[in-house]
């Protein structure tokens, strides 16, 4: 099922936004990847026989240059195999019909790199903001009885649009980050790659079919 396939780490190099520009490269196989698998707590109770060379590439390179906390992947796999508590981030979709990608499947992971994304979500600050902070800042000003800015207004106002935006969204089991690209097949989940949403529909697919090609070539012809 398996190839063993050397400078995997390399051509599957991801950009995942908001991460570093450039990563230390390596040459590792299926080999080699599966040992680093089995040491590390963070991949513990994985079906790896389901968990593709792409993907377990992916993750050796974030650990490796300590870009992110690996467990944040994999505790997405782990509760989406029913392994794991039910996590905060938004619920697995299916990509949309008319998209290249149709026939994939998504799953978010987070982690505090992700923080400022998930601020910009909550109150698009991207678009010069939105209702939720038009109301927001409209409910502290009412609230605020003061003629000037002090420091009691300043301390809330950090805490409205920071800790406590990131519990509502955490409640509401909607933070985001980027994607673990998965299919299904037989009842089964089958966890291909890390995507980023800056990247295009084409270079996913690609990465995605890749992975497909090297260890699930019983599922690909369905795609």
Excluded at 21 to 33: F, I, K, M, Q, W
Excluded at 105 to 127: C, Q, R
Excluded at 130 to 141: A, P, V
């Amino acid at each position: 099922m398996y190839n063993e396939t050397r400078g995997l780490v390399n051509s599957t190099f991801i950009h995942l936004e908001g991460m570093v520009n450039e990563l230390n490269r390596v040459s590792v196989g299926r080999a080699d990847l599966l040992r680093f698998a089995e040491n590390e707590i963070a991949l513990y109770g994985l079906s790896l026989e389901r968990v593709s060379t792409v993907l377990l590439a992916q993750l050796y390179q974030l650990w490796g240059n300590r870009v992110i906390n690996i467990s944040n992947v994999t505790r997405e796999i782990k509760a989406l195999d029913g392994n794991e508590l039910k996590t905060r981030t938004k619920k697995e979709s299916a990509f949309a019909a008319n998209s290249v990608l149709n026939g994939y499947y998504y799953k978010h992971f987070t982690d505090p790199l992700f923080l400022l994304k998930n601020l910009n979500a909550e109150f698009g600050y991207d678009g010069g903001g939105n209702k939720r902070l038009d109301h927001l800042l409209g409910r502290l000003f009412h609230e605020h009885k003061e003629q000037y800015v002090d420091q009691e207004f300043t301390s809330r106002l950090a805490h409205l649009t920071t800790f406590a935006a990131w519990e509502r969204r955490a409640r509401s089991g909607e933070i985001t980050g980027e994607w673990i690209v998965f299919m299904k097949y037989e009842g089964k989940r089958y966890y291909l790659c890390l995507a980023a949403h800056s990247e295009s529909n084409e270079t996913i697919l690609e990465r995605a079919r890749q992975a497909c090609s090297m260890d699930f070539g019983f599922i690909i012809d369905g795609v």
